[in-house]
């Protein structure tokens, strides 16, 4: 029986090999290189590297770029979070009720999706040039009301709007399915009761959705923290840094400027933010699910 | 018959409020492939009216000029080699998982577990170099294996979760009958994973067609749509009609698979979102 056990252990570990042995060389150790390099004033692919210690985050967190990149990202995440989420719940909701050609619909809500966001944005380039300029000039709107959609003040929020309108219907997809797993018999039980459409809405299904708000609003923030190929096409981070996320920072830091170190630096602080915001949404949920209880 | 009335304009209501929207969400696909129909002379004069005499030389120019065959085959291989290397690799690993009790199978969930909570950007320059040094960078294959490595866990944890929920019965009896744990894997347990393996391959595939900042970093070379894209547009900046078409032409192919997918597409979303 021993024998039995020890060959069976065998055999799982053979089976858990391959994909340890890839998770080990391109995710585990490019992580723990990643923080060693953090501490080191690491140039580019110079071989000589020096231990400095916490130098590189001293320098990022007291640097104007690096702050700057932050709070846009933060503004951009909130953008993106709140809007896409409505638009999204919004579309669901519509898509569940008594809609017709509903596939239809689902489809062209999705249909963004698909799309690179490399791609997406030069689209969104176009439209806010030269599409925009020529609505402009077909309802006569005078040059000092025009909007400069990606010029300083706009950019931001205009990139936010591309994402928005790629990412709803993924989030939409995922509310469906949300909804659909609500019982009919309490759908059913609640309009016995004199519930209308709109009070099984606001009285049922948002409480039941509760968990899958949840899910979508830590996916989108996670993912928008990282957010890096809609600048990187539409803006470049530009005009001077309006559209410069974290993701875009370290990237120029580590790739334009070669500051190999530093911009690990930065990397892992990007890591720690993502690591802070999950515990905090995760214990926010289970204080309100005890709470609820 | 009041409610049947009311309720069917309700639906009404509803419809109209929802082509609304679907309305303003094509607007943008539907002015960029009209667009790729018109002149650069036509879109300067104006970018929202319609071609005056549609041609067809824009597509021909974007397929030639971003040797757009090639990318197309560059990002089929990429995507295809992935979705097979990590199926493979991942039904392994979720099945010992799954089913090896042991102190070393809980440990090893919990590492794949956590690399979820890492942006590829926090391990993208050393992993650029560890593929340097492992002279990956420049070729396909190097990046198939790259993103078998980082795109392994969530399938880990779907098919998990899947074998996990099929009773061992079936392999208990297989062994009593004389077979080995491997043959028992693939002849037994495999089939049985089809509807897993489909939502994994569908979602790896979407992750790994459009994606952008890797390829570039390992290939450095238009190799994929997106790259090619990338390149074309700051070879032909401000030929909109040119970019436009570019547009459609790469939007094109995912397109078609999703609409043939569409399936499995929507229940992998819905799967991985649970999971992921």
Not at chain 1, 154 to 165: E, G, K, R
Not at chain 1, 195 to 203: C, E, F, M, V
């Amino acid at each position: 029986m021993q024998k039995v056990k020890l060959r069976q252990s065998a055999a799982y570990l053979a089976f858990l090999l391959p994909a340890t042995a890839v998770f080990v060389a391109f995710f585990v150790f490019p992580f723990f290189k990643s923080i060693w390099l953090s501490l080191t004033d690491a140039y580019g692919y110079r071989q000589d590297i020096n231990f400095i210690g916490l130098k590189n985050y001293a320098e990022a967190l007291s640097n104007k770029a690096f702050r700057s990149s932050l709070w846009v990202t933060v503004k951009y995440t909130a953008l993106v979070t709140v809007s896409a989420n409505v638009v999204a719940l919004l579309l669901a909701f519509l898509l569940d009720g008594s809609t017709r050609f509903k596939k239809l619909f689902r489809t062209i809500f999705f249909l963004p999706n698909l799309m690179s966001l490399i791609i997406v944005g030069f689209v969104w380039v176009f439209l806010y040039g030269g599409v925009y300029r020529s609505f402009a000039d077909l309802i006569g709107l005078p040059e000092a009301l025009r909007v400069s959609w990606l010029g300083p003040d706009m950019a931001l929020i205009s990139i936010a709007a591309t994402a928005v309108w790629q990412c709803a219907g993924y989030y939409m997809l995922i509310y469906i399915a949300g909804l659909q797993s609500i019982s009919d018999e309490v759908i059913e039980a609640a309009r016995i009761d004199g519930a209308g459409t709109w009070d099984i809405i606001r009285h049922v299904k948002l409480p039941l959705l509760a968990p899958v708000i949840f899910m979508n609003t830590l996916l989108l923030i996670t993912s928008c923290f990282k957010t890096f190929d809609i600048p990187m096409a539409m803006t470049s981070g530009g005009p001077a840094g309006a559209t410069t996320t974290i993701a875009l920072q370290i990237y120029n830091t580590g790739f334009r400027a070669n500051r190999t170190g530093y911009a690990t630096a930065q990397s892992v602080i990007l890591f720690l933010i993502i690591c802070a915001i999950t515990a905090a949404l995760y214990f926010f949920q289970n204080r309100r699910g005890e709470a609820a209880e | 018959m009041n409610t049947k009335h009311s309720r069917r304009r309700g639906e009404a209501v509803t419809t109209t409020v929802t082509a609304l929207f679907a309305l303003i969400f094509f607007l943008p696909v539907l002015i960029a492939v009209i667009n790729s129909f018109k002149t650069n002379g036509e879109i300067l004069a104006s970018a929202i009216a319609l071609p005056g005499a549609p041609t067809l030389e824009n597509y021909k120019t974007v397929i030639e000029a971003s040797d757009f065959p090639s990318a197309f085959l560059g990002s089929c291989i990429v995507t295809g080699g992935e979705i097979v290397l990590n199926l493979v690799v991942s039904s392994l690993a979720g099945y010992a998982l799954a089913r090896w009790k042991s102190v070393w199978s809980h440990v090893l969930t919990l590492v794949f577990l956590s690399s979820m909570f890492v942006p590829f950007h926090t391990i993208m320059i050393a992993l650029l170099s560890t593929a340097k040094s492992l002279g990956l960078t420049g070729h396909l294959w190097g990046l198939i294996l790259i993103y078998c490595g980082l795109q392994c866990t969530i399938p880990i944890f779907l098919i998990k979760g899947f074998v996990s929920s099929v009773p061992k019965e079936l392999e208990e009896a297989a062994m009593i009958d004389g077979c080995s744990i491997a043959q028992c894997f693939f002849l037994v347990v495999l089939p049985m994973l089809k509807p897993i393996l489909a939502t994994v391959a569908v979602l790896n595939a979407l992750w790994i067609w459009n994606d952008y900042l890797l390829p570039y970093l390992i290939l450095a070379k238009p190799a994929t749509i997106p790259l090619s894209q990338m390149y074309f547009y700051g070879q032909y900046n401000q030929q909109w009609n040119l970019i436009m078409a570019g547009f459609v032409v790469s939007t094109l192919p995912v397109v078609i698979f999703f609409l043939c997918m569409q399936k499995h597409v929507i229940s992998g979303i819905a799967a991985g979102a649970v999971k992921g």
